[in-house]
T-cell receptor
Framework: DAGVTQSPTHLIKTRGQHVTLRCSPI?????VSWYQQVLGQGPQFIFQ???????GRGNFPDRFSARQFPNYSSELNVNALLLGDSALYLC??????????????FGPGTRLTVL | AQKVTQAQTEISVVEKEDVTLDCVYE???????LFWYKQPPSGELVFLIR??????QNEISGRYSWNFQKSTSSFNFTITASQVVDSAVYFC????????????FGTGTRLLVSP
């Protein structure tokens, strides 16, 4: 079975621009989470979506937004890009919520560079 | 607040040596889950193990073993007879047993295994 896929692989933008990152979860997984990983640090939680609804949001400004589609794929949008938004953006999917936290499986990430 | 500390920034070993990666966590939850992920140079986080707070049994999977001790809030990871392919950054992560599944990561330990 295919794993989590993300597009694009790499992206270069300039300050002030907008970016959209895409994620397709593992087949059968209904939950998608987004993380930001700055070079040399651990991933930081941005959002989690389940059944198209936001279940949780990390400590990120309103410039960051996301949504989940009926096929459970997801988009992460970042407006008014800053140099500090340069990072690896990771998407993770997990199976339907069963009451206990399920394992999150990660995609290869999108490396965003803001110039 | 939840916190994961990986005090070892980088470890260098020679092939066939055993190596232990340390992980110390903080949480006020009585139910929580601990994870280890491997991040090779390609960037994708690879799931290694998931442990809940009620199961303190140590686990062995091939050359990998994990030692979970609630008394010291530690969840250490040992690689026996290390190989060059084990070179990667390893992350320990924590999530609460309730609410949405936000993973809190440590800063990672870079393992370099030389021939």
């Amino acid at each position: 079975d295919a794993g989590v896929t993300q597009s694009p692989t790499h992206l270069i933008k300039t300050r002030g621009q907008h970016v959209t990152l895409r994620c397709s979860p593992i087949s059968g997984h209904k939950s998608v989470s987004w993380y930001q990983q700055v070079l040399g640090q651990g991933p930081q939680f941005i959002f989690q979506y389940y059944e198209k609804e936001e279940r949780g949001r990390g400590n990120f400004p309103d410039r960051f937004s996301a949504r989940q589609f009926p096929n459970y794929s997801s988009e992460l949008n970042v407006n008014a890009l800053l140099l500090g938004d340069s990072a690896l953006y990771l998407c993770a999917s997990s199976p339907p919520v069963s009451g206990a936290p399920d394992t999150q499986y990660f995609g290869p990430g999108t490396r965003l560079t803001v110039l | 607040a939840q916190k994961v500390t990986q005090a070892q920034t980088e470890i260098s070993v020679v092939e066939k040596e055993d190596v232990t990666l340390d992980c110390v966590y903080e949480t006020r939850d009585t139910t929580y889950y601990l994870f280890w992920y491997k991040q090779p140079p390609s960037g994708e986080l690879v799931f290694l193990i998931r442990r809940n707070s009620f199961d303190e049994q140590n686990e062995i999977s091939g050359r990998y073993s994990w030692n979970f001790q609630k008394s010291t809030s530690s969840f250490n990871f040992t690689i026996t007879a290390s190989q060059v392919v084990d070179s990667a950054v390893y992350f320990c992560a924590l999530t609460s047993g309730t609410g949405f599944q936000k993973l809190v990561f440590g800063t990672g330990t870079r393992l370099l295994v030389s021939p």
